[in-house]
């Protein structure tokens, strides 16, 4: 008795599972790469489905409004939206409304990046700090931003300086986290490699430890860039005057649905060219990763 056999009575012998041979299958059908796991797709396949991706949820938006299932003052048509868009473009406001959240971003995001990077540098690149700031920033990401409106106002005033604070603290933690993920995922081999070579410490850390995680802060980033833009619109709120989250509330307050959702699709648009910034910055900076 020998081969599969002889192998099947020894497990039985040694107390194991008799696991049988395995049963003769057909070859895989050959498929389209659009349902193959991990098969590249063409550039014009790919610019098809981005289409798609905008054109289903558009014309399903356009089927509800028109067939009246759904009453105008709760889902304006896209025309209303438009008009409404055109409307506050027209008389300056939006614009006014663009600007002045977007510099909040930029100052609350901003402010979160140059700390959070460093930060994240410090607990991926060193056991110790790692050690030190995990456990407190662990807990701290978990309480909401917007639990620290009645403190921040307290603390800071109903002025710019709460609202920066808003999205500084509802993005820092989470930033710092994954910063520091992606600089523990620095292969051991290239620092070992380094040192073998008569590379410094701080050497080390600038020319292997951050060229080899820029590209990945960068996409942290991206990540948490959404993040502060939800978080302006809780931090216009607080006593403004303009700003994109101002202009949702004081539409809602007359029921102007269409100027809500005009706002809201200037925001996705302005996230969406931020995003593709980043993205542009880490194909130049990461080329090796692709």
Known sequence: MTGPAQRLAERREAGRPAWGPLPRRDAPKSVSPLFSLRTPISASARWKLALLSFAIPILAWIVLSVSGVVNSTFLPSPVAVVKAGVGMAGTGELFDDLWATTQRVLEGFGLAVLVSVPLGILMGGFSAGLAF??????????????????????????????????????????????????????????????YTLGARRGEVLRKIVVPHSLPGMIDAIRVNAAAAWNFVVVAELINSSAGLGYRIVRAQRFLRTDQIFAVLVVIGIAGLVIDVLLRLLRTRVGKWTA
């Open 133 to 194: 700031f995990e456990p407190l920033l662990g807990l701290l990401r978990y309480l909401p931003a917007s639990a620290f409106i009645p403190l921040l106002i307290i603390w800071l005033g109903i002025g710019e300086p709460s609202k920066i604070a808003i999205l500084f603290i509802g993005t820092v933690f989470f930033n710092t986290l994954m910063t520091a993920d992606v600089v523990r995922g620095v292969p051991g081999e290239l620092i070992d490699v380094s």
